[in-house]
């Protein structure tokens, strides 16, 4: 009475644990074509496995218990696509450039090096610069090029 909804739960478990190990893996095979996501998918069965092993454990009727698993389980899918697909469109696509963002030096900028700390969205709170000429605390300043996440200014 409860094998099925053990052998369900235990293979979303899996399925989840190699997604958060490997990412979506219906993603590698193309499956779907993203429209189905693994995580999610995995998140169902295994919400799926639980409720009916819980609800059939409760002694109802093993139609209720069934009813119970599906509907919850599509409900677990449902908000688990959307946390999936907001984390993915909120998460950093690639390093964006500091060229043109202006900002305050922390320290002393030679060529050798300095600190200095932009006014920018998103913006680290201190950054490591250098210019070609000396710059001192406390002026503001432009960058002009961009190397990793180390700039180049010059006094503003």
């Known amino acids: 009475m409860l094998l099925p909804f053990l052998i369900v739960g235990g293979v979303g478990l899996a399925l989840l644990l190699v997604s958060l190990i490997l990412g979506d893996i219906l993603d590698h095979f193309e499956i779907g074509d993203g429209a189905i996501s ?9 919400v799926f496995g639980a409720a009916g092993t819980l ?3 409760l002694g109802l009727e093993l139609v209720w218990a069934y009813v119970l698993a599906a509907v919850l389980a599509v409900v677990a899918y449902v908000l688990s696509v959307l946390v999936v697909r907001n984390l993915t469109r909120s998460s ?5 450039s500091a060229v043109g963002l202006s900002g305050v030096a922390r320290s002393d900028i030679s060529p050798a090096g300095g600190e200095v700390s932009l006014d920018g969205p998103g913006e680290l709170e201190r950054r490591m610069a250098y210019s070609a000429d000396p710059i001192a605390e406390g002026s503001r300043v432009r960058v002009v090029e961009q190397a990793g996440s180390r700039v180049k200014v010059v006094a503003d």
């Open 38 to 46: 693994g995580t999610a998918l995995a998140v169902g069965l295994v």
């Open 92 to 96: 950093d696509g690639g390093p964006v």
């Open 55 to 57: 609800t059939a454990s």
